[in-house]
Every structure is written in C-alpha cells, then in structure tokens.
C-alpha cells in the first residue's frame, strides 16, 4: 500500500498538474512542429502528388467535428432541451446546468417578477408574486418544463444568447475561470408589477381578463387572466383537463367570448368609413331580417317589461346617440345595410381570424389569437344582423379588444403591442383611417360621460369607452369594458372581461375605471 | 543533403532516432503528469494507492523505451512522429482506460494491463518484419486472394461459432476478430488494385462506365462482405471498409468517376438502410432529434454530451469528472470521458495528435515509390482517419452512432492490437525500400552522417 501525505495543498498541486499536462502536451506539439525538418524522410523520392488536397480535407472535417462539439460544450446554453435534459437527468453533481443562475424576468420599472436563488446547493426559480404574473412570465420547473416567456425567453435567461461584446466576454470569462454557476441574462418585460397586481386584485374571484397596454407603442402594462395559478407550486393536478376553471388558460389572449355591445365600435367604425350621417329610426318592437326570426330589441325594451310597463322606443336615432345608448335595434340595422362584405373587409384590416406576435425567439414565440369572425352565407342576413351587435358568430378575445381601442386612440393605428422592453415599438396595421379615428374618439368619450358606462364617470379622469354586456350559452352575461383614457390625449388603452359578469356597466366598467384611475396615481398617464 | 538510402550503422541509427528519443521522453512525462493527477483524486476521495497502481505507467515507460531500442538496433529509418503521435495517443488511451477502472481485476497480471505493451511489442515486430522493403512480397497475386479468403472466412466463422451481445457477434472471450478485416482487406485490396490498375483506370471513352470486367471480382467480393457484416450487424465495419476502398481506387487510377459512383451508391444505401433496418432508423432518430426520446434511445449520446458540458473548456483533470453516468464510456464514448475530464482543450490536443498521425502517413504514402505500398498506406490511413471521424463524430452528435471504437483509445483489446499491427505496416512502407540499385546523385554526394 501506498501512503501518500494527506496535505492541504492539494488544490493547487491538482490545479499545478492539470496545466503541466496541458503544457507538457503542447511542448510535445510544438516539438513535432519544429523537428518536422530534422525527421524528413529524406531517404524516400518526393512526393509526385501533392498531399495538401487530402490533409486539408482530414483538417477540415476534425475542424467541424471541434466546432460542431463546441456547440454542445461551450456554448451549450444555446439548447434549451440540452440544458433541461441535464438539469433533469443528469446526476453529475458539478455541472454547471444545475447551477445555473438564471437571469431575473423584470417589470419595466425593475422590480423582480422571478429570480433564481441557490438553497442547499440547489437552485430554485422563485415568484416572488406568483399567481398575478405567471400568465405573463410563466414558470420554469426541472420537470413540468417552461410555460410564458420563461419557456420563450429561456435562452436568453439561460445566458445562452450574449449580445454585444460585453455579453460575449462574459461567457467567455465564464468559460476559461470554468464558473460553475453562470448567470444568466436578465429580461426586462413592460409591465407595471403594481398596475398588474392591482387588475389581479380586482379580478380575483371572477374568471375573467383584462389589459391594459400603451397606444403609440405597444407596450403592455398589465395582461392579467383568472384564476391563475401559483408557479412557486407546480403540482401535476394542474395539468388535469379536469378543472372547468382552466386556471392554464391565458383567457386574456387565447380566450375567445362573444364581444356584445363592445363589437358596436367596429360596426361605428364601419359607418363612418362608409359616410353614414343622418339617422335610423329605432323602433320599440325591434329589428328582424324576417318574420321568422325572433326580433332584435334594446334593452331598454326589457327593463320595461320586466317592470310592466311600455318603453315608447328610441325613435330615430344619430350615430353618437345610438352607440352611447348601444342600440341594438340600430347596430343591427347599420350591419344589415352594409352587408356582408363591409364587415368582413374590417375585420379582415383589423387581424382577425388569426394571431399576433409578440415576441418570438428561435425557442418559441409568445403569441396572442385574434377575435374569430367566420363568413356566414350571403343570404344569411338575421346572421348578419346577430354579428353586428356582437353576438351569433362572432367572437373576440380581450387582448384584440384592447389592441382595437389602443388602435381608435392612436389615431387609428394599431402598435404590436409588446412584453418585452427591449423589442422596438413597432406599426402592426392601420386599423382604421386617421379621421375615423378622430370622430370615435369624441363618441366614446360621450358613451361614457353620458351613455350605459355614465356610471363609471368621474371627475378625476376622462374615461372613453363602451360598455358590452354579451349573451351566451352557459349562463349569465359576460361582461365588457372597452376603451382609453384619458380622451384628449389617451396614454392607455383597456379591455376587461368578466365572464358571466352581468351587465358591462355593473361589472367590468368599474374595474376599468379602478384600473385606470391607479394607473393615473402611478403616473402611467403622463 | 540527401541520405544514403543503403543500410546504415546502429551508431548513426541512434543519432538520426534522437528526436524520436526526446519526444517519447516527453510522451512519458505529461502521461505520467495524467497518473498523478489521477492517483490524487483518488486519494483524496479516500480511496487507497496499491504499488500495482503504479504498474500501468511503469510498462508504459519501458516499453516505449524497448520499441525506441527495437527499432535502433533494427536500423529503422522511418517515420519518428508517427511513433511518436501513437505513443502519446496510447499513453492518453492507457490514462482514460486506468481512470474507467479497466485495471481493477484481481488478478494482478490482468489482461488489459499488458494489452498497451503487447501492442508496442507488435507494432515493432510488424514493422521490423516487413522493412527494407520486404512488405513487398505479401502483395503478390497468390498472397492476394489468401488475404480476402481468410477475411471471409474470418466472418463466416465467426458467425457460426461467434456468440451475440450487445446486437455484435463476438469470439470466445469478447474478443472481436472482425477487427482484424481493417487490415487484411486492405492489403487484399491494394494487392488487387495494384495488379489490375492500368485495366481499372481505363473506362473507355465517352461512356461513363467503369471497367466491369475487371471489377467484377471485386464488386462479387463486396457483396458477400457486405451480407457477411450485415448478418453480423456491424455497418460501422462495413462503412469503415468501403471509405477505403474508395480512396484506394482514387489513389490507384486517379479516375475521378469512382467517386461519383461511390457517393450515388452510398446515397441509395443510405436510403435503403433507413427503411430496411428498424435498427438502423432507431439510430437516425435518436441522432436527429434526441430530445424525443430522451431516457431511452439517446440517453446514452446525451449523458455523453452531459458529461462534455460539465467538462466545459479544461475540464477539472483526470478523475474529477463522473463518466460512470455515462454507460459504457470506456468503449465508445470514452472520447467523451476526456472531454468531461480535460474539457474541450483536452479534446482538441487529442485531435491534433490524430491530425499529425494521419498527416504523416498520407505523406508517408503518397512518398513512396510502388503503387502497392503508396496503396497500403492510403488504405490503413483511410481506415483509422475514418474510424476516428465516425466515433467522435457519434460522440458528438455529428454524425449517427456507428459503434466504432476511437483507435488505440477506447477499450478493446482486438481493435488496438490491430491498430497497432497497421502502424507497424505504415512504419515499415516509411522505411522505404533500401535494397534498389544506388542512385547516381545520392552515391556521388554521400557524405558522413553528423
């Protein structure tokens, strides 16, 4: 047996033995290099054939045998699925993959929405508000994956995709000190963590959605969809298709709802582009397209019968009148009037039937779905008149709704909303001309000054909007409120949803004036 | 100055072999830098150091010392870096193979331990044997169809009396005689190649067509060498194989159309063995896309990449990493053990060592007056440069496992032994042929050795 001193260099003598065999490998290299001349075969004819074809061929194939390693071992944090294989199923206790301090996910002030921490020689990805974020910044568990820009981003919070020299050099250091827990980069969102919390708040209880993003840029400042769940806790009965509450569902950009009274906008957007002016007489016992059909009337009509007594009708009715009031009567005549075609060429210059893109990195793409608007046969004219007041075929989800009226307050142009501080605010579409837009604004200011959302009005800021209350098959109303504030120079757009809320006004119309009145103290209307 | 090519003196022997003497030295000492660091890991990880352990470096030493000797007193004057870039690839493959625990049998004169030394010990032998031009004489025709018979008989009875593991068929013992076939085929090739090379070279004129009659015993041999392998399930061999044979027919005939033939040939296979073999498209899928399937069919490639990720860019020295998570690392994907252990820098030098041995041989070859040697040459170089490309290329995910193991490196006594018996052969081809008349110009300017 061989006793060898117990010393406490060791460390160093390791870390002295491992480069004199590097160094002692290269002296070799370089020896051959330079003997090359001495150990000629000069004993042998010279070649007749030249050997720099075949050498530069074995070199070049070695070369991208290297490269092609360095892909795995160097900048491995590049794939997403390697890093997750590893911190899964790799029991290799010093591999970096386990160790990794992913970057933080930030709102756009700074403050933290999910960082990594180490506890116990183990890593943990934390939410410091868990369930108000995680529909935007998702959840990275070693074995139920990455949802939310945690699955979108994960290259760049791995520290996989270094910009600029400085981001490089830091991968670089990494690698040569062989840092054993390399950091991540960080990922800015746009969202205003206390805006957020407070729309959470507000909708706690309710399944329901709403958002709130900037006109002139895009940015969002608050994308909320509940219930929600907690990313600190990820248990496998979340993932049971079971639970009717769908807390998985991000209902503010994947769910689709019948947008009532609130789809008006878009019918008033068709008119004015279509030079509607004069008035359409709105009569007490409603609107069909025939007499097969049951009638479309206001509410108004209702509220009367429900109290016995007779409601004389609006009679006629102007544009602005009839969109404060949400005539039903009117917007379905107005639909019917223009046909089919008129319809379908709005919403086609308005995106739907389709998806937006948010943010996109060659890992996945955070995305949100457009309103559905199928094309009913021509003859189908009740179906018409059922769509343009926001129910029957259509159907829309709340973040479209938002983007429509950041659209209306940005003079018509609609901004790619944006998540990520980073992206550059850019043009998504011209949804309406320049002048429509002019003329809604003022509309929407009124349907709330003065209109169904009258209630919601308040001194403190100047709210436009509609309010939406939408019929549909599993139960009461859904619940909508549509608009920007404040009206003279809107800084903030908003769509919330209540589903089976009840009437727009009584449900999602005070959340929206609450959101916006907190965004004002936050100085998000500057 | 130009050497006299007749024989020399061991004096002049021993100063012209003095570079040969100083590399080896230093061989010597970064492997036994690598036992250090390996002996203290393990100390200090609490296991205990036996003087046996001392032993695997010890052999390694004396017997780089005797082959150096061997081939002073033979009056070798052929290649010194060729010895030299084996040796440290050697030492390195002894190091990888001591830190898998290869070594750890009870008996103390464990197979494996002699299993480097026997190697030196052939590669010195081949060499001395076959020198001054004497490998000459195996490339006759009689001495031809002896190398391809006893190829196929080698397969056909290794097939009947082989036993399977692992999807292979081996002999008694694990060992793999097929390994033997990454040289018997090639001397049987250049030995064919070079007796029909003029009739190879002609296609005629205008139609693209190769000589058939020439190659039909050729293409009829391939074919039951193909069936052979395939029946034995080692497509990696059989890749191996034919690479070498192309380049052999390129180098003999310098005809371009043998490899157009070739890469259509290869392109059908290709397809053919992706839909016919389950196996084989079991192999593609986990190389294209690993992550499907990430705890079966390609957890042992990405354990592998595992490992070489830890390792990063120096690795943390040998013994401080943990293949053991990676199964069977010390065959086939040892190379990645040296890229957990040593990191990418450790890879890297590992290529280059290869780099300058197959550098040295093309030269060695393309120098060397006589189709059959230049030949042989090309087809043992074609056959190791390839095995290494398709190891480490698996490893890396580069290219689809083969099972090929990564010469004189990974486990495996038949395939080192061989490796070592090819080297002996190109050592030899590099002596040159010293028996031919005098030339003029080296006669009059003859001068004394320094």
């Known amino acids: 047996m061989l006793t060898l001193p117990n010393s406490d260099l060791w460390p160093l003598i390791r870390i002295a033995l491992h480069v004199g065999f590097f160094l002692t490998a290269f002296h070799i290299l370089k020896s051959m290099l330079d003997l090359r001349r001495v150990t000629a075969l000069r004993h042998l004819p010279r070649p007749k054939r030249s050997v720099r074809f075949p050498l530069i061929l074995l070199a070049s194939l070695f070369t991208a045998v290297l490269l092609y390693q360095a892909t795995w071992q160097l900048t491995g944090t590049a794939r997403p699925q390697f890093i997750a294989f590893m911190q899964l199923h790799d029991r290799r206790q010093f591999n970096p993959a386990h160790r990794i301090q992913r970057g933080r996910i930030l709102d756009h002030r700074g403050e933290v929405l999910a960082y990594s921490q180490e506890i116990l020689g183990q890593v943990y990805r934390l939410y410091p508000d868990g369930p108000a974020f995680t529909h935007v910044v998702g959840y990275s568990h070693p074995r139920y994956g990455a949802a939310g820009m945690e699955s979108v981003a994960t290259v760049q919070l791995n520290g996989g995709a270094p910009t600029g020299v400085s981001g490089w050099g830091n991968l670089g250091r990494q690698l040569v000190t062989q840092d054993k827990r390399r950091r991540g980069q960080d990922l800015m969102l746009t969202l205003d963590a206390e805006l957020q919390r407070t729309a959470f708040r507000l909708l706690d209880g309710h399944r329901g959605a709403a958002v709130l993003l900037r006109p002139d840029d895009g940015a969002v400042r608050a994308l909320v969809s509940t219930p929600s769940y907690d990313p600190n806790r990820i248990t496998p009965a979340l993932f049971r298709d079971s639970d009717a509450a769908a807390p998985l569902l991000n209902r503010a950009t994947q769910g689709l709802y019948p947008p009532g009274s609130a789809f008006k906008i878009l019918l008033a957007a068709l008119a004015i582009e279509s030079g509607f002016s004069g008035t359409i007489d709105c009569p007490a016992e409603g609107f069909s397209t025939s007499a097969r059909y049951r009638k479309i009337r206001d509410h108004e009509y209702y509220t009367a019968r429900r109290g016995r007594s007779v409601w004389k009708g609006h009679g006629p009715l102007d544009l602005t009148t009839a969109l404060a009031r949400s005539s039903n009567v009117f917007f379905a005549q107005l639909g019917v009037r223009y046909g089919h075609e008129a319809l379908y060429r709005l919403a086609e210059r308005m995106l739907f039937n389709g998806t937006i893109l948010l943010h996109e990195t060659p890992y996945g793409a955070w995305t949100m779905r457009t309103g559905e608007i199928p094309r009913l046969d021509p003859s189908d004219q009740y179906g018409l008149a059922q769509m343009s007041i926001g129910q029957g075929a259509v159907l829309v989800t709340p973040a479209h709704m938002a983007l429509i009226a950041a659209s209306i307050a940005n003079q018509g142009l609609a901004a790619r909303p944006r998540l990520v501080e980073t992206d550059a605010p850019t043009p998504l579409r011209q949804f309406v001309h320049r002048a429509t837009a002019q003329r809604l604004i003022p509309m929407l200011r009124k349907a709330v000054s003065s209109g169904t959302g009258r209630s919601i009005d308040s001194p403190l800021l100047e709210i436009a909007g509609k309010t939406g209350t939408a019929e549909n098959p599993h139960g009461a109303s859904h619940s909508w409120f549509v608009g920007f504030a404040p009206a003279a120079r809107p800084r903030l757009a908003i769509a919330v949803l209540v589903e089976h809320g009840g009437y727009g006004s009584a449900t999602a119309a005070p959340i929206a004036r609450d959101l916006l009145l907190r965004a004002a103290d936050l100085g998000l209307l500057e | ?450």
């Not at chain 2, 194989?241 to 033939?261: E, F, P």
């Not at chain 2, 059959?372 to 087809?379: A, D, E, R």
């Open chain 2, 1 to 450: 100055m130009t050497r006299a090519s007749g024989p020399i003196g061991i004096a002049e022997t021993w100063d012209l072999r003095a570079p040969e003497r100083y590399l080896l030295g230093w061989c010597v000492l970064c492997i036994a830098l690598g036992f250090c660091m390996l002996w203290g890991s393990s100390h200090f990880s609490g296991d205990s150091i036996a003087w046996l352990d001392l032993l695997p470096l010890g052999l390694f030493a004396t017997s780089l010392m005797a082959l150096h000797l061997l081939l002073v007193v033979a009056r070798f004057r052929g290649d010194q870096l060729i010895v030299t870039a084996v040796a440290f690839l050697s030492g390195f493959g002894l190091l990888a193979q001591y830190r898998m625990g290869s070594f750890e049998a009870q008996d103390p004169i464990a197979l494996n331990l002699v299993l480097f030394p026997t190697g030196f010990l052939v590669m010195s032998v081949v060499c001395i044997i076959l020198m001054r031009g004497r490998y000459l004489a195996w490339g006759s025709v009689h001495l031809m169809w002896m190398w391809g018979g006893l190829s196929l008989g080698l397969l056909a009875l290794l097939l009947t009396f082989g036993q399977r593991f692992r999807g292979g068929v081996y002999a008694a013992g694990l060992v793999t005689p097929s390994e033997a076939l990454k040289v018997t085929i090639v001397l049987f090739l250049a030995a064919f190649i070079t007796h029909h090379a003029k009739a190879l070279g002609d296609w005629g004129k205008g139609l693209p067509f190769p000589p058939l009659r020439t190659l039909l015993p050729l293409v009829g041999f391939w074919l039951v060498l193909a069936a052979l392998l395939m029946v034995q399930r080692d497509l990696g061999l059989f890749i191996v194989l034919s690479v070498a044979l192309l380049m052999m027919l390129l180098a003999g005939t310098g005809h371009i159309g043998y490899l157009i033939y070739a890469t259509i040939t290869a392109l059908i296979l290709a397809v053919g063995v992706m839909w016919l073999l389950p196996h084989g498209e079991r192999r593609v899928d986990a190389w294209l896309s690993p992550f499907q399937d990430p705890t079966g069919s390609s957890w042992q490639i990405l354990q592998g990449l595992s490992g070489m990720y830890s390792g990063g860019l120096w690795g943390d020295g040998f013994g401080r990493g943990s293949p053991e998570y990676t199964p069977i690392a010390e065959s086939d994907f040892i190379y990645s053990v040296i890229g957990e252990e040593l990191g990418f820098v450790g890879c890297a030098i590992v290529i280059v060592f290869f780099l300058v041995l197959f550098g040295r041989g093309v030269s060695v070859a393309t120098r060397t007056r006589g189709t059959y040697g230049q030949l042989v040459g090309i087809g043992l170089i074609t056959v190791l440069a390839t095995q290494t490309f398709l190891n480490i290329g698996g490893v890396t995910k580069l290219v689809p496992m083969t099972g090929i193991p990564l010469p004189f490196i990974s486990h495996g006594g038949s395939s080192l032994i061989t490796g070592f018996a090819s080297l002996g052969w190109l050592l030899a081809i590099s002596d040159g042929q010293a028996d031919g008349p005098p030339r003029k110009q080296s006669s009059k300017k003859k001068t004394p050795a320094v």
